[in-house]
């Protein structure tokens, strides 16, 4: 069973940077896509970015420009660094894995606990 342990998040005000980090253990696919979610309360669940194995990357509309995602494939490690955060960013945000498949048709199967990003205007 994979695991993904995030870390990272906090407060931070309107134009700042966090950096959220997500672990994967017990990988055994060499093909596989990770990558986050985010929820804001009241609303629903949304795709923010994912990296294949390959480094291809896939953005929200709503971050590109601002989120860069990357992975260290040898640590199945997955970076999200967020910069000119704003207040709609505010949202508890979820490392997702989709394990023997690349990033196309995104339905992962592996869900990380969340972890909460908050940004002051």
């Known amino acids: 069973q994979v695991k993904l342990v995030e870390s990272g998040g906090g407060s931070v005000q309107a134009g700042g940077s966090l950096r959220l980090s997500c672990a994967a253990s017990r990988v055994t696919y060499s093909t596989n896509c990770m990558g986050w979610f985010r929820q804001a309360p009241g609303k629903e669940r949304e795709g923010v970015a994912r990296?294949?194995?390959?480094?291809?990357?896939y953005y929200a509309d709503s971050v590109k420009g601002r989120f860069t995602i990357s992975r260290d494939g040898a640590k199945n490690t997955v970076t999200l660094q967020m910069n000119s955060l704003k207040p709609e960013d505010t949202a508890m945000y979820y490392c997702a894995a989709q394990m023997g498949r690349s990033c196309i048709g995104w339905t992962p199967n592996y869900w990380g606990q969340g972890t909460q990003v908050t940004v002051s205007s």
């Open positions: 990296i294949s194995t390959g480094g291809r990357t």
